[in-house]
């Protein structure tokens, strides 16, 4: 099976988990994770159709965004150091992980240099796993009411990774619950934030995230495969 040829079934189970739940395809935007991936299989898939692709790690981003010859948009999908924002102020058109404010006051300050305004989704530890990064959900709605009044960042939604399960099912109950969160500051109506949105799903669960309201899923290895490196 070729890239193309991966495209375009994760795009049919995508059409297919959307109709399931009574939305329409273009509802759902596919983030083709292309970390450790070489830039070639970057253009390979962009020319294939597919133009945004997620990040996970600073120094590779920058390096394959110089190598990558197709139109493509970049997201910053992986944990953000506040030091390093400033390498990718202007490159990425979405951070995905704004887990603390210190980090949405460094995005905010490197994205104002340039006259600017970074789009951003608010990170949530659901599962409050020590392993991962995020916001707890306790925090959540302070932390929104913080960086919404950042002037060069643009609050768009919520972004959560749910602990591994082999069953996709399992993951369900925390993909409701992001939903439900942001269905809940929507109803805040905090100035300038919008909960348009959510950023959940991969691989093996990215059908069921769709059915709780995904509009952004992260898919790596059913596109690239797990054998493919750098």
């Given at each position: 099976?070729?890239?193309?040829?991966?495209?375009?079934?994760?795009?049919?189970?995508?059409?297919?988990?959307?109709?399931?739940?009574?939305?329409?395809?273009?509802?759902?935007?596919l983030?083709a994770?292309?970390?450790?991936?070489?830039?070639?299989?970057?253009?390979?898939?962009?020319?294939?159709?597919?133009?945004?692709?997620?990040?996970?790690?600073?120094?590779?981003?920058?390096?394959?965004?110089?190598?990558?010859?197709?139109?493509v948009?970049?997201?910053?999908?992986?944990?953000?150091?506040?030091?390093?924002?400033?390498?990718?102020?202007?490159?990425?058109t979405?951070?995905?992980?704004?887990?603390?404010?210190?980090?949405a006051?460094?995005?905010?300050?490197?994205?104002?240099?340039?006259?600017?305004?970074?789009?951003?989704?608010?990170?949530?530890?659901?599962?409050g796993?020590?392993?991962?990064?995020?916001?707890?959900?306790?925090?959540?709605?302070?932390?929104?009411?913080?960086?919404?009044?950042?002037?060069?960042?643009?609050?768009?939604?919520?972004?959560?990774?749910?602990?591994?399960?082999?069953?996709?099912?399992?993951?369900?109950?925390?993909?409701?619950?992001?939903?439900?969160?942001?269905?809940?500051?929507?109803?805040?109506?905090?100035?300038?934030?919008?909960?348009?949105?959510?950023?959940?799903?991969?691989?093996?669960?990215?059908?069921?995230?769709?059915?709780?309201?995904?509009?952004?899923?992260?898919?790596?290895?059913?596109?690239?495969?797990?054998?493919?490196?750098?």
């Open positions: 099976m070729t890239i193309a040829d991966n495209l375009k079934t994760v795009l049919e189970r995508i059409g297919s988990a959307a109709l399931k739940a009574g939305r329409i395809s273009d509802s759902v935007r983030v994770v292309s970390k450790t991936k070489a830039s070639d299989l970057v253009n390979e898939a962009a020319k294939a159709g597919q133009r945004l692709f997620g990040e996970n790690y600073v120094q590779e981003l920058v390096a394959k965004a110089k190598d990558v010859t197709e139109k948009e970049w997201h910053f999908i992986g944990h953000l150091q506040s030091n390093k924002v400033r390498q990718i102020a202007g490159l990425v979405m951070v995905h992980s704004v887990d603390r404010l210190s980090l006051e460094e995005i905010d300050r490197q994205w104002g240099k340039l006259g600017l305004a970074c789009d951003v989704l608010i990170e949530v530890n659901i599962a796993e020590e392993t991962k990064s995020g916001t707890s959900a306790e925090e959540l709605l302070e932390l929104v009411r913080r960086v919404s009044l950042l002037t060069n960042i643009r609050v768009k939604g919520l972004m959560t990774m749910p602990p591994v399960f082999d069953d996709p099912e399992a993951a369900r109950p925390y993909f409701r619950k992001l939903r439900l969160m942001a269905e809940d500051i929507s109803a805040e109506g905090v100035p300038g934030v919008d909960m348009r949105e959510l950023s959940m799903g991969m691989s093996g669960d990215f059908e069921t995230a769709i059915e709780e309201g995904a509009t952004l899923v992260r898919v790596g290895t059913a596109i690239f495969g797990e054998r493919i490196t750098a």
